[in-house]
């Protein structure tokens, strides 16, 4: 009932910049967090970014100074602006929403099918 679609990955040189956006769509009471996870090869899925509907939000320490996270509610769209990039930071980037569709009903994880990020020196 919910589908995410990532845009905006691509290879970019060191210090460089990339902006990261997911659309949602579908039918939904409520999000609370919505975010971004990246994998890169032969390591875990590790949280970059959340944020709530309130606009708090949370970094993991390796991107923060450098990465920005924000949502539009209206626009049904969070985004991830990555800046001063690394070649540390090439992963597969994944959208991350959890609603719920009714006031009642409990939250859901849905993930987004990944966008490639790869940062050369």
């Not at 970019?12 to 971004?36: D, F, K, T």
């Not at 032969?42 to 606009?55: F, N, P, Y």
């Not at 597969?92 to 994880?109: H, L, Q, R």
Request: charged share 15%; net charge positive; hydrophobic share 30%.
């Amino acid at each position: 009932q919910v589908q995410l679609v990532e845009s905006g990955g691509g290879l970019v040189q060191a210090g460089e910049s990339l902006r990261l956006s997911c659309a949602a769509s579908g039918w939904w009471y409520s999000i609370n967090v919505m975010g971004w996870y990246r994998q890169a090869p032969g390591k875990q899925r590790e949280l970059v970014a959340h944020i709530t509907r309130d606009s708090s939000t949370n970094y993991t320490d390796s991107v923060k100074g450098r990465f920005t996270i924000s949502r539009d509610n209206a626009k049904k769209t969070v985004s991830l602006q990555m800046n001063t990039l690394k070649p540390e930071d090439t992963a597969v980037y994944y959208c991350y929403v959890n609603p719920k569709t009714t006031y009642w009903s409990a939250a859901g994880d849905y993930w987004g099918q990944g966008t490639q990020v790869t940062v050369s020196s």
